[in-house]
């Protein structure tokens, strides 16, 4: 099935990675958020829990393994054309996870063109390009316990 002009929402899963009082953001090299920074995530797969697929999207695109803390929140992103048809339509699941080895490398690099570890403050201050919602998820990755 197709992610454009779906017949039904597309599940994602967000790897909302935390490492002291730092986030994992990751600059996009495709689809929608291409050269926006945000969190790794991907794609849900049948069969999988949405904790399993946050640490192995985080794995396959970064090298980095994390502990899941659980589901952090969870929104849509739905856009329309000019004629009101939804064009796409993503159900994104943030799941908070927390570093536990690896620094990180750019193993997918069509899907990953970047990685860096950053504070709120630091993204703001540097002007980083962010994903929707981006920093409002770091915010409550790093205030939850």
Do not use: K
Not at 70 to 94: C, K, M, Q, W
Not at 105 to 122: A, D, K, Q, S
Request: proline residues 6%.
């Amino acid at each position: 099935m197709s992610r454009l002009y779906p017949e039904r929402p597309w599940i994602g899963v967000l790897a909302a990675t935390r490492r002291g009082p730092r986030c994992l953001l990751a600059r996009r090299g495709e689809g929608a958020d291409a050269g926006n920074w945000g969190f790794v995530g991907g794609q849900l797969e049948l069969g999988e829990t949405v904790l399993d697929c946050a640490v192995r999207e985080l794995l396959e695109e970064t090298g980095i393994v994390a502990e899941p803390r659980g589901v952090l929140t969870a929104f849509d992103r739905i856009e329309r054309d000019a004629e009101g048809r939804v064009r796409f339509h993503f159900t994104l699941v943030a799941v908070l996870l927390d570093w536990r080895a690896g620094e990180g490398e750019l193993r997918e690099p069509l899907h990953v063109t970047g990685l860096g570890w950053h504070t709120p403050e630091e993204a703001q201050a540097a002007g980083i390009p962010l994903s929707r919602r981006a920093l409002e998820l770091m915010r409550l990755a790093l205030a939850h316990p």
